[in-house]
């Protein structure tokens, strides 16, 4: 290639860079990828190799500040669309175990097969604190994302006695971060005897965004020490994926206890149920009420609310000992303990935020739920105030912000999440509250629409069963019996584990050879297991059911009945020429054929005879007997 022909391809190249900035998410459900050995439009031009940050022209081995700040180094800060060309910004390619603070391009793997990362050597002036912010733009044509994944790997090389971290901030106008704590790596204060790079995976699910197209939003990896003193370890990150979505998780506010006869707020409470099939950590997650009593409650802890199972949000006056005590429900009750706001006895509006970046002071524009119950006004149930009773959401498939859509917890009434009833006197509980606070009674695994069996052929069974919703399913067992109490597994077919959608299966069995039974087991990750619906079939005759002799002399009573279905029951009649009851009797044949005794007592003469199954006629002809 000459010389010409190789400017003139990275003058292309170049241009065709320069049309982009930022990380540009341009697809839903798709994995946008940064790993720092590729050019990635917007964000690096070629594999990192330490050599700074600028906005345009952005050579090889650069970062793209249209992407990126850097925040933190004694040279200065480098914000978006900046530039930061010397010094602390510019440290090169390295193996790790460096002493210079600096940005720089770490190899984690080895130099024959190279794998870069982004990181940097920190000092008591550089990074510490300090941040590298990341900018995100949404390119999807008319589409607001509702939630984003960002899975990233944190390199380590701990060659020092000092612990640092690294945590994961995230922002919608690049002033105010929210941390996810959580997501927290701390290096240990002991240095590695023989010190490389160890790989620690990342990734967290941001709920309740609203951002729209056109807008940007922003990722930040934190830095600062955590404890000990002296030099510090390295740390860089690598293979930085985004995947976004424009819906919001099925998570509901299920049941409300406003008004308990025991103490106030403190036995006051709120069940937040998962209607989805993934799960959701709620960690960063807001309740708001508009009484002005609390205002914003954050979820501080990190909480993997598992699919088709509540929480149930307590005041942090009380101990989960107490509200476990209180309640009494024989399981335990999943608690998160919060700063609950004072429930309103008389109505108010509750809402669930997936962050505070979109919280926007109690928008309920861009809130995941919202409840505003008014207790006994219009469609509304009304709890008494000496009734301690909660009110509960009667179906997870309605709007819970429709007041005909609760109703009132009775004792010894089931609900959507669990089993109302009430509570002792113990724990602090006035022994007269009446609720269902979710204990483990999720909604069924399978939620099954048909179970059907129909003959291929007239001869293989084919069993045909669908679903509406999976849970946690990984098999179904076709199950087979011949007299409806001993069954044999014949098959198994995978399930789809969790799935929100109709879902069909078949299954063919061999021919029939006799009437049986057909059920489907459904079993769980965990073991658990439920059975489908039994279904009967009876096989179809491949001949003509036929008699034989239809003479009978000489005091023969003795006639086989030809072509008959092992196991399927036959009933047998016969009339006298003028239509009477002559003899009636039922068998169930072993194999295809079968004796027929006729009873001496049948007097001579012509008589007809009929043989049925349960699918009908099988036979009817004259017979003679002298």
């Known amino acids: 290639?000459?010389?010409?022909?190789?400017?003139?391809?990275?003058?292309?190249?170049?241009?065709?860079?320069?049309?982009?900035a930022q990380l540009s998410i341009n697809s839903l459900d798709t994995d946008h990828t940064i790993d720092f050995d590729n050019t990635l439009l917007g964000v690096n031009l070629g594999p990192l190799q330490g050599l700074g940050l600028v906005n345009l022209p952005v050579t090889l081995g650069q970062l793209d500040s249209r992407a990126w700040a850097i925040y933190g180094m004694s040279d200065g800060d480098v914000p978006f669309d900046g530039t930061g060309l010397l010094g602390d910004f510019t440290g090169g390619i390295s193996q790790g175990g460096v002493a210079l603070s600096a940005l720089y391009a770490f190899n984690t793997a080895t130099i024959l097969s190279p794998d870069y990362a982004l990181g940097f050597q920190a000092n008591d002036t550089d990074m510490t604190p300090g941040s590298l912010r990341l900018k995100l733009q949404n390119d999807i044509v008319a589409t607001t994302i509702r939630t984003v994944t960002v899975s990233y790997d944190v390199y380590v090389?701990?060659?020092?006695?000092a612990s640092s971290a690294i945590d994961l901030a995230f922002s919608s106008d690049n002033t105010t971060y929210?941390?996810?704590?959580?997501?927290?790596?701390?290096?240990?204060?002991?240095?590695?005897?023989?010190?490389?790079?160890?790989?620690y995976s990342v990734s967290k699910t941001i709920y309740g965004l609203s951002w729209d197209s056109g807008a940007n939003f922003y990722l930040s990896w934190q830095f600062d020490d955590a404890s000990g003193s002296g030099a510090r370890d390295e740390f860089?990150?690598?293979n930085i994926v985004v995947n976004v979505g424009n819906s919001h998780p099925d998570i509901l506010i299920t049941e409300i206890m406003y008004d308990p006869n025991s103490a106030e707020p403190d036995y006051e409470w709120v069940e937040v149920y998962n209607n989805s099939i993934v799960p959701i950590d709620l960690e960063g997650f807001i309740l708001y009420d508009n009484s002005g009593s609390a205002g914003e409650t954050p979820i501080t802890e990190s909480y993997t609310l598992a699919p088709n199972e509540g929480v149930i949000l307590i005041d942090q006056n009380i101990t989960d000992a107490d509200f476990q005590a209180a309640w009494?429900?024989?399981?335990?009750?999943?608690?998160?303990s919060v700063n609950l706001p004072d429930l309103s006895n008389t109505g108010m509006s509750l809402g669930l935020w997936g962050n505070s970046a979109y919280y926007d002071d109690g928008n309920l524009t861009n809130a995941l739920d919202e409840v505003t119950y008014q207790n006994g006004s219009g469609s509304w149930p009304a709890v008494g105030s000496s009734d301690g009773k909660s009110i509960y959401l009667q179906s997870l498939a309605s709007d819970n912000n429709t007041g005909s859509s609760w109703a009132q917890s009775n004792d010894a009434t089931s609900t959507p999440t669990g089993y109302a009833h009430t509570i002792p006197a113990q724990g602090g509980g006035s022994g007269?509250?009446?609720?269902?606070?979710?204990?483990?009674?999720?909604?069924?695994?399978?939620?099954?629409?048909?179970?059907?069996?129909?003959?291929?052929?007239?001869?293989?069974?084919?069993?045909t069963w669908s679903t509406a919703q999976e849970i946690n399913n990984e098999w179904f067992h076709v199950e087979k019996s011949y007299n409806g109490e001993n069954w044999s597994v014949i098959g198994q077919l995978k399930g789809k584990g969790n799935y929100k959608g109709v879902s069909v299966y078949t299954y063919e069995d061999l021919p029939l050879i006799r009437s049986c039974y057909y059920r489907i087991r459904q079993i769980d990750y965990?073991?658990?297991?439920?059975?489908?619906?039994?279904?009967?079939?009876?096989?179809?005759?491949?001949?003509?059911?036929?008699?034989y002799p239809t003479l009978l002399e000489n005091g023969n009573r003795t006639m086989n009945i030809k072509n008959l279905l092992p196991g399927v029951s036959v009933d047998i009649i016969m009339y006298t020429p003028e239509g009477k009851l002559a003899f009636q009797t039922h068998l169930i044949p072993e194999s295809t054929g079968a004796d027929l005794m006729i009873p001496e007592y049948i007097i001579n003469g012509t008589h007809i005879i009929s043989i049925s199954s349960p699918t009908g006629l099988l036979h009817k002809s004259r017979i003679v007997l002298r």
Not at 157 to 161: C, K, L, P
């Open 526 to 547: 965990d073991g658990k297991w439920e059975h489908s619906e039994v279904r009967y079939i009876v096989p179809s005759h491949t001949g003509e059911t036929e008699i």
């Open 178 to 199: 929210e941390t996810v704590d959580s997501k927290k790596v701390t290096t240990t204060t002991t240095a590695d005897g023989s010190p490389e790079w160890v790989k």
């Open 1 to 20: 290639m000459t010389l010409l022909k190789t400017k003139t391809i990275l003058l292309m190249l170049l241009a065709f860079y320069s049309s982009s």
């Open 432 to 463: 007269s509250d009446v609720g269902s606070p979710y204990a483990g009674e999720g909604a069924l695994p399978v939620t099954w629409l048909s179970v059907d069996v129909s003959l291929v052929n007239n001869q293989r069974p084919k069993i």
């Open 328 to 336: 009494a429900t024989g399981n335990t009750i999943p608690t998160l």
């Open 157 to 161: 090389y701990n060659d020092q006695n």
């Open 236 to 238: 860089a990150i690598d």
